[in-house]
């Protein structure tokens, strides 16, 4: 038995497709930490596990979902990813073999339109098939991951990601999650300045578009490497923000 599990919040835009890929499985189970537009009555079509709760951060909150599920196996899904037929066929032969405790995806994310094939994100292999005896997510609120207790392999086919649709969505995104890096990175005792943030936002430009050569998707390889830089620039700046609030203190 398959059970799937996502976490949502205001992803009407994105989750219909999300469920519907993986209509097959045994079980859906959704939590769902607050949404304002149509994301609860949209899951509630695809499955009655829906879940209303609060927000703890990704990890814990991906914890409660895998906490409500009762399949062999689990796959843990983002509500802007999409499960395509030949790795449907793939992860259910990988469960009927039952030769590992984990597996790897590759993940083909696209950016304001385009799938990206440089700039750090292909292959982007991310662990989301595993044994629910094996495995639990980490407690982080942010850049969470799987922990998994046996064997883990790689399958072939990709998950599809859709991580940005237009620039609106990047600038929230940006500003979203550097958030969470500068509350995570101050809570681990780091510190920065003005001249750290920069630094960091300029290496991540190089870094993104020459080094992990990003310049070869064209334009929305600029843009990514200009919006990774952005996030590193402002996640660092909001870091020294905190700092400084708590030096007042």
Not at 70 to 92: C, Y
Request: proline share 3%; net charge neutral; with cysteine.
């Amino acid at each position: 038995m398959l059970s799937v599990i996502v976490i949502t919040k205001n992803e009407a835009q994105h989750i219909g497709r999300c469920l519907a890929s993986v209509a097959w499985a045994d079980e859906i189970i959704v939590l769902d930490s607050g949404s304002s537009d149509e994301t609860v009555a949209i899951c509630r079509q695809f499955t009655d596990k829906v879940f209303i709760t609060d927000w703890p951060g990704f990890g814990p909150q991906k914890q409660r979902a895998l906490d409500k599920a009762s399949g062999d196996w689990v796959l843990s899904i983002d509500a802007d990813e999409e499960i395509g037929p030949a790795l449907k066929d793939e992860i259910q032969h990988a469960i009927q073999k039952n030769e590992a405790h984990g597996f790897e995806i590759p993940r083909l994310s696209s950016y304001c339109g385009k799938q990206i094939k440089h700039g750090g994100w292909w292959p982007d292999y991310v662990l989301r098939l595993f044994r629910r005896d094996a495995g639990r997510f980490s407690n982080e609120v942010v850049h969470e991951r799987i922990e998994v207790k046996g064997t883990i392999r790689q399958l072939n086919n990709p998950l599809l990601h859709e991580a940005f649709v237009d620039p609106a969505e990047v600038l929230r995104k940006i500003n979203a999650y550097s958030s969470l890096g500068a509350e995570k990175l101050f809570a681990n005792g780091k510190r920065a300045s003005l001249g750290k943030a920069i630094g960091k936002g300029l290496w991540t430009f190089i870094r993104t578009y020459f080094v992990q050569a990003a310049i070869l998707d064209g334009a929305e390889g600029l843009m990514l490497a200009i919006s990774n830089a952005e996030g590193s620039y402002y996640k660092y700046l909001k870091l020294r923000e905190l700092c400084r609030k708590a030096a007042s203190k």
